[in-house]
């Protein structure tokens, strides 16, 4: 599910030039990557807005038109503001579709209330982290990455290792040579 998003060149910098944005509608933004200098741009707020809420907007590629150039970007970065429902401020990186990019990928762990570790042993299943890092083309990166506990057992713990991927990804935890845990199952308190 990837966006079309149209930005429009930002001329003005300063906090009292993004405020003015804001007040206006718009979010200051801004376009780095592939070899070139950043570009401070201005993307509409209300849209973003309800694009941030999507979980998939996080992890897909988008199209974003600057002046009539397509660049396909990643959303890397974002500020909310403190109490209001505001953004405040959105990175966007440029992506090569052909190159590799690092990439935290929602974790989502499934059937945890029907596996052994809580219907038989009465054990509560810890998520110990949310995302998992890869390092995948843009084309494939999956929306989430689901870990099925559905044969976990009282004590037991999952790592990275254990974690499904989809073809051509490499997590980055395990070509580091490490393999954290993501889920763990133990005794209520």
Do not use: C, W
Not at 24 to 51: L, R, W
Not at 59 to 80: C, P, S
Not at 99 to 122: M, Q, Y
């Amino acid at each position: 599910m990837s966006e079309k998003l149209i930005a429009m060149r930002r001329d003005t910098q300063g906090t009292g030039a993004s405020r003015r944005l804001r007040r206006d509608g718009n979010i200051p933004a801004v376009i780095y990557g592939d070899n070139q200098d950043p570009i401070s741009i201005t993307v509409e707020h209300k849209a973003m807005f309800y694009a941030l809420q999507k979980e998939r907007f996080h992890t897909a590629v988008h199209q974003l038109t600057l002046d009539g150039k397509e660049y396909n970007v990643l959303v890397r970065d974002f500020q909310m503001h403190a109490y209001k429902p505001q953004v405040m401020h959105i990175d966007f990186q440029v992506v090569d579709l052909a190159k590799p990019v690092r990439v935290k990928v929602p974790l989502h762990l499934i059937n945890g209330d029907i596996s052994p570790a809580v219907k038989l042993h009465s054990n509560r299943i810890s998520q110990l982290a949310t995302t998992v890092e890869l390092l995948i083309k843009p084309t494939d990166i999956p929306e989430y990455l689901e870990l099925d506990l559905k044969d976990l057992v009282g004590g037991q713990i999952l790592h990275v290792s254990d974690v499904p991927l989809p073809a051509g990804a490499v997590s980055t935890a395990l070509h580091r040579g490490a393999n954290p845990a993501v889920a763990a199952a133990g005794k209520k308190r």
